[in-house]
């Protein structure tokens, strides 16, 4: 049996806006066609963090634009009535405490103890299964360059690996006994050896509580489907279930940009269409080793959704299976959640929250990301120009 009554369309705009006011429309659609200036986001990318550092009155603009469009909230509390609005329509929530690049060990701590806080309050919420964790917000940067490139710890500095590594572990064993996911991202390639280790290592430890922990393959690295293929292997030869994120990957100017600074062969692919072509194949591949992994498939790509819909209707694999969810980032791609999740599909919107002034990094790679340049903007204009205009008929 299929697992759909009828074939999924994003085009259906009146289920993809369904939640949405004509005024609110009106609002992400003067918000997006700003973005959709090239130049003004990258003005705003050198701008806006210099506006806030000087105290400048740009604030009230910011939290009435960007993060009213990507953000759920300041905190946890005012993160509940968007967790709410989202689940009126079958949506599930991953939960990310957004803030980024404060590098102590004071912030490290705050920030472990926060996690704790969202599995806590997650587990008290309908609609959130998962929680999202930066290795970045849990230790310095430079350390995790140092681990990756293999160069010898001093005391001190394996004191705080050690240090880093049990945050992570605390925060796995708190989310194993309140039975929530733990999704950790994927950053820049010349610190994500020691994250996947970390992680691998962790999803090995906690092979009991059955999918617990995520990790993140960015398939615009040459290298990733590679790698992916060997740890489905090693859980099945290891008896874990292996919890893999897939993610096209955010870092590809900066990847190539380093690359080419420092000499060695870029780490990305070279063109669009073979990044396209490994995220299907690990979406595939994925798709056919259910046993041995849970996957998320984190796109707003059209094409990658269509195709594994019709790769789970051929194997007939039910569309809420327990180890396949769909995801895309609060603010984005409503067509894609809110279609898939009308036809029963597992899906969940990625939501952060946090102090406005220590989001701006996030807001900042969203604005980026739906510039026209990238290409998602114009497709959400059309589509809300669609559906003003069948409100008005
Ligand atoms: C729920 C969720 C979680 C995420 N978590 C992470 C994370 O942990 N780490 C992370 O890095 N990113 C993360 N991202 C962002 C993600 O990596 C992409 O940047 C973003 O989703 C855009 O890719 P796409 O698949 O949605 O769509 P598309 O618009 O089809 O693809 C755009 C992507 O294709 C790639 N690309 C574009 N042009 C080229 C080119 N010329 N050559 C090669 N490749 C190219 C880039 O990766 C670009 O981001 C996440 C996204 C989602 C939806």
Known sequence: MPSTVAPVSFDDTSIAFSSRSDQELKRIYRLF?????????HLAKYVVPLAIKWHLPVKKWIRNTLYEQF???????????TATKLAKQNIHVILDYGV??????????????????????????????FIAVKMTGLVRFALLEKLHAGSTLSVAEEQEW??????????VEEAAQYRIGVMVDAEESWIQQPI????????????HARGVLFNTYQLYRIDRLKLLKTHIQLAKEKGFVLGAKLV???????????AAEKGYPSPVHATKANTDRDYNDAVAYCLSHLEHVSCCIATHNEKSCLLAIQQMDEQQLPADH??????????????????LSRHGY????????????????????????????????????SLIQKELRRRKL
Request: with cysteine; proline share 4%.
């Open 33 to 41: 066609w700003l973005m959709n200036l090239g130049w003004l986001t």
């Open 71 to 81: 953000c759920g909230g300041e905190t946890l509390e005012e993160v509940m009535e």
């Open 100 to 129: 980024e690049g404060k590098e102590t060990e004071e912030v490290f701590d705050h920030t472990a103890s926060e996690y704790i806080r969202m599995i806590r309050y997650a587990s008290n919420q309908p609609n959130i299964p």
């Open 162 to 171: 050690e240090k880093a590594r049990l945050r992570l572990e605390h925060i």
């Open 196 to 207: 996947d280790t970390c992680v691998l290592e962790l999803m090995e430890r906690y092979a």
């Open 248 to 258: 096209r990957g955010a870092y590809l100017e900066k990847e190539r940009r380093r």
């Open 322 to 339: 327990p180890h396949i969810c769909f995801s895309q980032l609060y603010g984005m791609s409503d067509h894609i959640s809110y279609n």
């Open 346 to 381: 597992r899906v969940c919107k990625y939501l952060p929250y946090g102090p406005l002034e220590d989001v701006i990094p996030y807001l900042m790679r969203r604005a980026q990301e739906n510039t026209s340049v990238a290409g998602q903007t114009s497709r959400e204009l």
